[in-house]
């Protein structure tokens, strides 16, 4: 049974409520959730791979990324610290056509990034056009705070999944707690079923 | 595993912190315990059944009883309830310890140094009381970057600590005028040498450039803890 707070009330918002998770509230801004200093890598010297469960590693560099057709993403998406921010636009390219073709047994993901960060997917999770690896947000190039040159868009779990400053993915047989979900937060991270911690 | 429960809690003292912030103790059964840093969720939820959850971070030392200290945001509908209404004898509902990486413990060593911006001040000030409890030999420099001395929370245990006001300040006032910069912090840091266990709190745009200036002055980047609050009401 929930406490109920004398003269707690819902002040009026807009916005569609059947898009809002449970627990979530509308943030018109764009908070900024990491641990550390922001990682500062030289595009030249920047790469996105593709390795571990599969035969052939894949490895795009900066400007061959950029010759890939991208795509334009409109999204909802939900921060675990409980806000929620409607119709965000997004340049980048889907993760199906990163990972087309390959022959793997793996099941799950880890995304690596600069800086150290680390966090784990279901592969299930970032194929069949639900992931993208973005690098324009609000139609100017992302920016170094966001996660800059490029970071995970997997909008349909919470946004730590998405990692910023990523530069790589390495498939695995068996899921792999990342830097956040080693330190209590849930695994998958479904905002619908409210899995912000681990055990919800 | 089991998902952390919600705790009921009930409002045992008010205090009157600045004009916009009020710290809360809070009696609560079963509480576990925190670590120096760690934050709760509280949710509230109206007389309708409507629910609204937001993240605050913890106040009191380990051991002490649970306080959270949390600042009126003008559209923030759980902290002005909090702010605005909460009154002795009043309950809601709490989960956590949360957090395990914004964290300090003694075993983690030092020197620590300590970087607020506003109400960013207030993990920072859970991990300097419980350092002057539990480990008052460690050193420890704390910075605080307010914008006026009306918005100084905790004034009272400030002794020692270094100011800046970016907006007012108050009459006579020889100190710091300014936001933090890499001279500002050169100054008053210890020197990357002695490897200092840096952590920074407060709104993004100040974590993201006192960060990155101690990163220029050679801190090491691993020992740089950051913690960032944009709005969260």
């Known amino acids: 049974m929930p406490s109920i707070s004398r003269g707690f009330r819902r002040r009026e918002r807009g916005g569609d409520p059947t898009r809002l998770p449970p627990g979530q509230h509308l943030e018109a801004g764009f908070p900024v959730l990491s641990a550390g200093p922001t990682p500062r890598v030289p595009l030249a010297e920047w790469s996105f791979s593709i390795t571990g469960a599969l035969d052939a590693p894949r490895r795009w560099s900066w400007e061959e990324l950029r010759a890939l057709e991208p795509e334009a993403v409109r999204c909802d998406i939900h921060c675990v610290t409980s806000w929620t921010k409607l119709d965000t636009e997004w340049d980048g390219i889907s993760l199906d056509v990163l990972l087309d073709g390959i022959d793997t047994d793996a099941a799950f993901v880890t995304a690596w990034c600069d800086g150290g960060y680390t966090t784990n997917l279901p592969l299930e999770d970032v194929i069949g056009g639900k992931a993208w690896l973005a690098w324009g947000y609000d139609g100017r190039p992302l920016a170094a705070e966001h996660g800059g040159p490029a970071r995970l868009l997997v909008p349909h779990l919470y946004f730590w999944k998405s990692a910023k400053w990523v530069r790589g993915l390495i498939l695995r047989a068996d899921d792999e707690p990342g830097f956040w979900e080693q330190l209590g937060y849930h695994d998958r991270g479904d905002p619908w079923r409210e899995q912000r911690y681990q055990g919800d | ?233």
């Open chain 2, 1 to 233: 595993m089991s998902p952390l429960p919600w705790l009921p809690v009930r409002v045992a003292a008010v205090r009157r912190e600045t004009v916009r912030a009020r710290t809360l103790t809070l009696d609560v059964d079963g509480w576990p315990g925190h670590r120096a840093g760690q934050h709760v969720d509280v949710r509230l939820t109206a007389a309708d059944g409507y629910q609204a959850q937001r993240s605050y971070s913890i106040a009191s030392p380990p051991g002490a009883p649970l306080e959270i200290t949390v600042e009126r945001l003008s559209e923030g509908e759980v902290s002005l309830w909090l702010v605005d209404e909460a009154r002795p004898g009043d309950v809601f509902d709490i989960r956590g310890p949360i957090g395990g990486y914004f964290v300090w413990e003694p075993s983690r060593g030092g020197p620590l140094l300590l970087v607020a911006g506003g109400s960013g001040l207030v993990p920072l000030m859970c991990i300097e009381r419980h350092r002057r409890r539990a480990a008052p030999a460690i050193d420890s420099t704390l910075l605080l970057s307010a914008r006026g001395p009306e918005d100084v929370l905790y004034a009272g245990e400030l002794d020692g600590a270094a100011l800046t006001y970016t907006r007012r300040t108050p009459d006579g006032w020889t100190g710091y005028d300014r936001r933090i910069d890499a001279a500002m912090l050169a100054e008053v840091a210890p020197p990357p040498d002695a490897r200092p266990r840096c952590f920074v709190c407060g709104p993004t745009a100040f974590v993201e450039h006192v960060a990155q200036d101690l990163v220029d002055l050679g801190h090491h980047r691993a020992l740089v803890k950051t913690e960032r609050f944009g709005a969260s009401g």
